[in-house]
């Protein structure tokens, strides 16, 4: 019975379909306008990468160089360094980005005191909303050798001064954590959302059967919360090669010693913009960035479709 009628309704008109919804596709018609303006008809621009851009042509009548701006990238010999740069920082972004941003959810639902709970939450969500470029000036009053905060402490305690943007090994602890302290509190709405509309039946059941609070959190609200957990991580694959550029710009500036430390895809493309004026080169470096993005998404999603097709996107 389902299979006739099924089949029925695939075989109404499509114009007759358009208008017996067409108060729906008149709400959807705004997103598909927006996609199209800002997302698809901006990668006509994509062709940029297999020319050889003229200022006087524009860029469809620029001349076409075929791979050389991708060669200009290999021979230049930095793209390896930031591709494994990016890719290995989001890893860590990710990973403990779902660690804290999960854990500090459970945590504010755990609380008792709404009013604490909201103030807690209001001061880990607050970190957001502050610039990039406010952090690093916030930064370098710090961390300054010569007049920082830190090492006029560490100069009064009969320490030597810590010149912390002089010591490239110290700025994955420090990117690391100024990522997690902006995104955690962000993070966490998400999950506090699927925390809240869990089925409360079930902690109470559990309460009823004695089981402690963290044995509720074990049992209960980790495992509820996977599904939220594998679609959040899914969609941050989907730009594990694209760095923050405010934050690896503001915060290390065009410091050539931390280049090969800190330096990312988004400011590599961004540097041979601004010092070399190449935009067949810069277009190039951008294709190959959301080429590796599409294909990590659709791997990741194919893996995950496998093993559970209800967590996969697509």
Request: proline share 4%; aromatic share 14%.
């Amino acid at each position: 019975m389902k299979k006739e009628i099924a089949k029925k309704s695939y075989k109404v008109p499509f114009l007759k379909n358009v208008r017996r919804h067409w108060m729906l596709l008149a709400m959807l018609a705004p997103a598909v306008i927006y996609m199209l303006i800002f997302s698809y008809i901006p990668m006509s621009g994509i062709v940029l990468a297999f020319k050889k851009y003229q200022y006087a042509g524009g860029i469809y009548g620029s001349p076409w160089n075929g791979l050389d701006n991708f060669k200009a990238l290999l021979v230049a010999g930095k793209l390896g360094e930031v591709t494994r740069n990016t890719l290995l920082y989001n890893i860590a972004f990710i990973s403990l980005g779902v660690v804290f941003e999960m854990g500090s959810a459970i945590l504010l639902n755990e609380i008792g005191s709404k009013w604490f709970k909201k103030i807690a939450q209001s001061f880990m969500f607050l970190p957001y909303f502050i610039s990039w470029v406010v952090v690093s000036a916030i930064m370098f009053n710090v961390f300054n050798y010569e007049k920082g905060v830190v090492n006029h402490v560490l100069n009064f305690l009969g320490f030597e001064s810590f010149d912390l943007y002089n010591t490239p090994g110290a700025w994955p602890i420090v990117l690391i954590f100024l990522k997690l302290w902006k995104q955690t509190g962000y993070g966490s709405v998400v999950y506090l959302a699927a925390i809240t509309g869990l089925d409360q039946e079930m902690f109470e059941a559990a309460s009823i059967d004695g089981a402690s609070a963290w044995q509720k959190i074990r049992y209960i609200t980790i495992p509820s919360l996977i599904p939220t957990m594998v679609i959040m991580v899914l969609l941050a694959i989907g730009n594990i090669f694209r760095g923050d550029f405010g934050m690896f710009y503001q915060t290390v500036k065009s410091s050539a010693l931390l280049q090969p430390v800190t330096g990312v895809i988004d400011t590599y493309v961004f540097g041979l913009l601004i010092n070399n004026g190449d935009i067949g080169v810069s277009a190039a470096a951008g294709l190959y960035q959301s080429v590796l993005c599409f294909i990590t998404i659709t791997i990741c999603n194919k893996l995950v479709k496998k093993a559970d097709p209800d967590y996969a996107l697509y």
